[in-house]
């Protein structure tokens, strides 16, 4: 079974202020992680993706995350917030050794940046 | 190129009628999945299909059904609706292969009376 826990509902920074939006998984063998944001009345964008290799993935609009395979995390960071970050964001995991495609998401986390 | 297009963008349907959500993509992509999102509970995938003719069901199949004639199209179906299918749907697509993203399209917002 694969599972993504986002353990905060919300998070509020100000902009210019360091971004962190937190995500823990739970696969059988090894992830394949994702980040997604969502605006306002649209469907998920796809941000960046963790598939192997260097732990540190950089990803669209100054988005990156780290692969801590000992923490099974995966948080997503952005050195400098802007207002326009203000979004839902989502991580997703798909076990790599089940023989589908399906993504399992977290319940999403809330971003507002209050300029 | 449009991507992923779903019709309609919102409907009011009246409890016990029928429906059918659509969905069509352009990227000639394998795979395509169909999630609803509730707050606080994220996005469910509902039924998914890995390449045309085969469909499979996700965690929350009941009271959809779904098809896969073509590459293009995975149409979604309540044969008869329930207020508790009130939701935002969302149709998606990728290649098949895992390390692959999904490519999700702007949303059906379903409200059943």
């Known amino acids: 079974a694969q599972s993504v826990a986002q353990p905060e509902d919300q998070v509020n920074v100000a902009e210019g202020n360091p971004l962190t939006v937190k995500c823990t998984y739970s696969v059988s063998g090894n992830p394949y992680l994702f980040w997604y944001v969502q605006y306002p009345n649209r469907g998920l964008q796809f941000l960046l993706k963790?598939?192997?290799?260097?732990?540190l993935v950089k990803g669209s609009y100054g988005f990156e995350a780290e692969f801590n395979k000992s923490q099974t995390s995966f948080h997503l960071k952005k050195p400098s917030a802007l207002v326009s970050d203000s979004a839902l964001y989502f991580c997703?995991?798909?076990?790599?050794?089940?023989?589908?495609?399906?993504?399992?998401f977290g319940a999403g986390t809330t971003v507002t940046v209050r300029a | 190129t449009a991507g992923i297009t779903q019709a309609p963008t919102s409907q009011i349907l009246a409890a016990g009628r029928s429906m059918t959500l659509r969905c069509t993509q352009d990227m000639r992509h394998n795979a395509m999945y169909w999630y609803r999102q509730d707050l606080g509970l994220g996005l469910r995938l509902i039924h998914y299909?890995?390449?045309?003719?085969?469909?499979g069901k996700g965690e929350v199949p009941d009271g959809y059904s779904v098809s896969r004639a073509n590459t293009d199209d995975f149409p979604l179906t309540l044969a008869s609706a329930v207020p508790s299918q009130t939701s935002v749907y969302f149709c998606a697509s990728s290649r098949t292969s895992g390390r692959n993203e999904q490519f999700f399209g702007p949303g059906t917002r379903l409200t059943v009376l």
């Open positions: 299909s890995n390449t045309a003719g085969t469909t």
């Open positions: 997703a995991v798909r076990d790599r050794n089940t023989r589908d495609y399906k993504l399992s």
């Open positions: 963790y598939i192997t290799g260097d732990n």
